[in-house]
C-alpha cells in the first residue's frame, strides 16, 4: 500500500502522508475504509510508531481521516466536502481572473506557483 524510501530527501512521515493522501483523493481509499493502527503500519515499513502517528495527525487536520478511539482510523467524508469546497474556490478563483483580464494560462501559472509554496 504504502513505500518509503529512506534514501528520499522527504522525510519518512511525509511520504507515508503524502501516499496516504494521493490514495484517498483519488478514490481507491473509499470513504469509511479503516487504516492499518499506527503500530502496524509502522512495524510494516519499519519505521517508529511515532512517525506514522504524525502522518496520521496531519491526515486527520486536513480532515482526510477520522479516529473513532479503539476502532481505529478511518478515510473520512470530510474529504469528499475539502474536495467541493477547492472546486468552488477554483470556480471562484477563476472568475476573478478572468474579470481582473488575466489569461487562463498566467493564472494557471499563478496557482501552480502558489502550490510549491
Not at 492499518?36 to 482526510?64: F, I, K, M, S
Amino acid at each position: 500500500m504504502i513505500t518509503v524510501d529512506a534514501d528520499a530527501p522527504t522525510p519518512p512521515f511525509e511520504q507515508v502522508r503524502t501516499q496516504l493522501a494521493a490514495r484517498i483523493n483519488d478514490r481507491s481509499l473509499a470513504v469509511g475504509t479503516r487504516l492499518p493502527t499506527v503500530r502496524g503500519l509502522a512495524a510494516d515499513l519499519g519505521l517508529a510508531a511515532n512517525t506514522v502517528a504524525r502522518a496520521y495527525r496531519e491526515l486527520e487536520e486536513a480532515g482526510l481521516v477520522e479516529t473513532r478511539g479503539r476502532a481505529g482510523t478511518f478515510v473520512s467524508a470530510a474529504g469528499e466536502r475539502s474536495r467541493a469546497a477547492v472546486q468552488r474556490a477554483a470556480g471562484d478563483y477563476a472568475a476573478r481572473a478572468h474579470a481582473l483580464g488575466i489569461s487562463p494560462t498566467e493564472a494557471l501559472a499563478i496557482v501552480q506557483a502558489a502550490l510549491r509554496a
